[in-house]
């Protein structure tokens, strides 16, 4: 399985992540309940995920999106 990103505000799918770093995003992001199935990123959320060690695929996915704006609600969905 893996998993579509997507922008929230535009409904644009943004790339494709690992199920390892979806995990990684919902190990290092802050999530509002159980059911939250998208998170805010800016710039600095981008630079503390690579500090953290998020692969360079999510980094650039992430910091090409968050180039065109101030920062996005970024939403996800898996598929097979």
């Given at each position: 399985m893996g998993v579509r990103l997507y922008n929230t505000e535009t409904g644009s799918m943004i790339g494709t992540a690992s199920d390892e770093d979806m995990q990684f995003l919902v190990d290092n992001l802050e999530e509002e309940s159980s059911s939250d199935t998208d998170y805010f990123i800016d710039s600095d959320t981008v630079d503390m995920l690579e500090e953290s060690g998020a692969s360079a695929s999510l980094?650039?996915?992430l910091r090409a999106e968050v180039a065109t704006s101030e920062g996005f609600e970024m939403r996800w969905e898996t598929y097979r």
């Open positions: 980094v650039g996915i």
